[in-house]
Every structure is written in structure tokens, then in C-alpha cells.
């Protein structure tokens, strides 16, 4: 199963920086997996990305969840992004950036 029609993953990575960005069309149920398959990452890895969402007040077709490691020297994060990933059942990011 893929989801990247439903979901798109936009990864960004520059020097001591990882981060993933979640774009979906308006939906509970999707906003909730994607928080889910956070949290359920998070344990198995012990890690702590900071998370926020951005919703677009003027669009319906713009919402997103950002999971960003800050300071990630050694590329720690990775390990976490492609677990959410997996989890989400999501097998490509876009190649916009």
C-alpha cells in the first residue's frame, strides 16, 4: 500500500539539521496517524524531534506536521523520519526540495 497520493513526505537536511515535513489534505483521521506513528517512533528510539503542524486557515488542501532534529550532529534523526515513514506505509518523499 502506498500513500503518497494521501500524504506527501518532503524531507530537508542541511548541516546538523533533519526534517520531515507531512502534507495532507484536511482529515482527523489522517492527522491522528501521522501523531501516532510519531509517538510510536519516538519509544522505539528514544529520540525527542521537536513536532509542530501548520494548518492553513485559507486553504483546505494545506496541512502539515514538521518533525525536525535540531543540533543533530550525528544523524540520529534518520532513524526515526524512516520509521515514521514505514509506518505510514509512505515508500517515497517528493523531490521538490
Not at 25 to 46: F, M, N, P, Y
Request: with cysteine.
Amino acid at each position: 500500500m502506498n500513500r503518497c497520493d494521501e500524504i506527501k513526505a518532503h524531507i530537508r537536511m542541511e548541516e546538523r539539521y533533519q526534517g520531515l515535513s507531512l502534507v495532507f489534505a484536511h482529515s482527523d483521521t489522517i492527522k491522528t496517524e501521522i501523531l501516532d506513528a510519531v509517538e510510536e517512533a519516538k519509544k522505539e528510539t528514544g529520540l525527542k524531534p521537536f513536532i509542530f503542524e501548520k494548518i492553513s486557515n485559507d486553504r483546505e488542501d494545506i496541512h502539515a506536521i514538521y518533525i525536525e532534529f535540531r543540533d543533530d550532529i550525528h544523524r540520529e534523526g534518520g532513524e526515526l523520519l524512516t520509521k515514521v515513514l514505514k509506518k505510514l506505509h509512505i515508500d517515497h518523499c517528493e523531490k521538490d526540495i
